[in-house]
Every structure is written in C-alpha cells, then in structure tokens.
C-alpha cells in the first residue's frame, strides 16, 4: 500500500478536529427505513444502507429519481457543517447483489451462490459490470 503524505496530513488533520461524538457516528450504518437525513446531521452517522426491502416512502416501486433525492438528502445532512462539525460525506450503501434490483425494471440475477457454483468468472464480472452500470442510470455516481 502506497501512502500519499498529503492525505495523511489531511486525515490526521480531521481526526483531530473531530469530537469523540463524531467519530463514533462515522463508523455506524443504519438502514433508510430506521433513520432520517436530520439523524444523520445529529448524529454524524458515517453510512446508510438502502438493503432488502427499503425504499423511499417506503414505495419498493419507487423512482429512480425519488432514489436519488433520497440519497442527496442525506448526503447533504451529511456534510452540513453549519454546527461546527467536520461533515464528512456519508457512504450510501447499496443492496445489489442480484442486481439493481431496488430500481423497477433492472435486470436481476441468481444466488451468488448459484453463480458461484456456475463457475465461470467471466459471467460474474460481466453480472458486477452490468450491476454497476444500472446503479449508474439512477444518478447516484454524480457527489
């Protein structure tokens, strides 16, 4: 692993500047469904998951478009440093692993473990390129 001496510099540099409140918020995750973009700012929460069944307005058949105001929401939350804070951009955490298939008409794959069993890598990295470029139509590549 290379290190780069200015980012170093640069994470120290937040490290130091962040209450013990913050730091642990960044290492916690909590699901769309159990937590609001104003948590996130409250409580410094450093990863959402949109996984299994949640959904904005808990619709399943929501909007790309309503996918991607719900994952700006948060990230401005995120890193709204209006009360002293470091506001370091969340991870928005995706439940993808048969696909995009929180977005209606996605393409959705088997069980990893079927495709593992397949065993064929070539068929998994085109599954994981398709995946990637479906997450990619919604919008959520543009912070």
Do not use: C
């Not at 009360?83 to 996605?106: E, K, Q």
């Amino acid at each position: 692993m290379v290190r780069e001496p200015e980012m170093e510099q640069r994470i120290s540099e937040l490290l130091e500047r962040m209450t013990l409140e913050e730091k642990v918020g960044q290492v916690m995750q909590a699901d769309i469904d159990s937590v609001t973009p104003q948590q996130v700012r409250d409580f410094n929460l450093g990863s959402v998951l949109n996984g299994g069944n949640s959904a904005p307005d808990k619709d399943v058949r929501n909007t790309p478009e309503s996918w991607l105001a719900l994952a700006d929401e948060f990230w401005e939350a995120s890193t709204d440093t209006s009360d002293g804070g470091v506001g370091i951009p969340v991870i928005w955490g995706t439940d993808a692993v048969h696909g995009s298939s929180n977005i209606v008409g996605a393409t959705l794959f088997p069980h990893n473990i079927g495709l593992g069993a397949a065993n064929d890598p070539d068929l998994i990295y085109e599954i994981g390129r398709v995946t990637a470029l479906e997450m990619l139509a919604t919008g959520l590549d543009d912070r």
